[in-house]
């Protein structure tokens, strides 16, 4: 198993710019994660989907953050446009069933917005 | 709300040495517990999990304690290597269906 496969892992950005990151599951898993991870407020859930479904997009900072599950193999978290405290690691993790099992997590994507 | 807390947020230990690291809950109803451990430029990677059906889960070299009526959790890696210098976070779920909430993280640095 590849595990969950993220990309690019770093990207850099100049302010204003629309980033997106990308994100394959684990196979088989029907729950998809972000999260967002920066020293000053540690590891944030940015939206989960169920079955490529939305669930809870509450994380979700801004009008600027936007996330798709077109099916159950990719996922990605758009940012549009990229300001400078966008700056943070943003992971993408799946499970086979929400809460009920443990999160598998990619290695993340580093985002730079200067 | 439901947070997820960590006493120490650094921990030094000498090779060889039994590391504990502490995590404190709110939320009276979590009912599953996970530690994870995540190396620099690495994603949280999973180590152990416990239910609160439970009050101690062994794995490899690691244990996890669960005292609930303090509502606390500890993660204790035995004979520390180098290879577990770390960040580890704790993870608590309120209830079946809900989401994980992690804690702010502990740093373990193990010495020579």
């Known amino acids: 198993d590849a595990g969950v496969i993220q990309s690019p892992r770093h990207e850099v950005t100049e302010m204003g710019q629309e980033v997106t990151l990308r994100c394959k599951p684990i196979?088989?898993?029907?729950?998809l994660f972000w999260y967002r991870q920066t020293m000053m407020r540690g590891l944030e859930l940015l939206i989960y989907?169920?079955?490529?479904?939305?669930?809870?997009d509450s994380g979700m900072p801004e009008d600027r953050f936007s996330a798709k599950m077109p099916n159950a193999s990719f996922s990605t978290l758009k940012i549009q446009p990229s300001e400078p405290r966008d700056s943070a690691v943003y992971f993408c993790?799946?499970?086979?069933?929400?809460?009920?099992?443990?999160?598998?997590f990619g290695n993340g994507t580093r985002l730079t917005v200067t | 709300g439901e947070s997820v807390g960590l006493h120490l947020p650094t921990l030094s230990v000498q090779e060889g040495d039994n590391s504990i690291i502490n995590c404190a809950y709110s939320?009276?109803?979590?009912?599953?517990f996970i530690w994870y451990k995540q190396e620099s430029g690495k994603g949280p990677q999973f180590i152990i999990d416990?239910?609160?059906?439970?009050d101690k889960r062994q794995g490899q070299r690691v244990t996890v304690l669960l005292n609930k009526t303090v509502k606390h959790l500890s993660l204790q890696i035995a004979a520390t290597q180098p290879g577990d210098s770390a960040v580890y976070f704790c993870?608590?779920?309120?209830?079946?269906?809900?989401?994980?909430?992690f804690g702010p993280g502990t740093r373990l640095s193990v010495l020579p």
């Open positions: 993790a799946s499970s086979s069933r929400v809460g009920g099992s443990p999160l598998h």
């Open positions: 416990i239910r609160s059906n439970m």
């Open positions: 993870a608590s779920r309120g209830s079946y269906g809900q989401n994980f909430v």
């Open positions: 939320n009276s109803a979590s009912d599953y």
């Open positions: 989907f169920n079955n490529n479904v939305p669930i809870d």
């Open positions: 196979s088989g898993h029907n729950s």
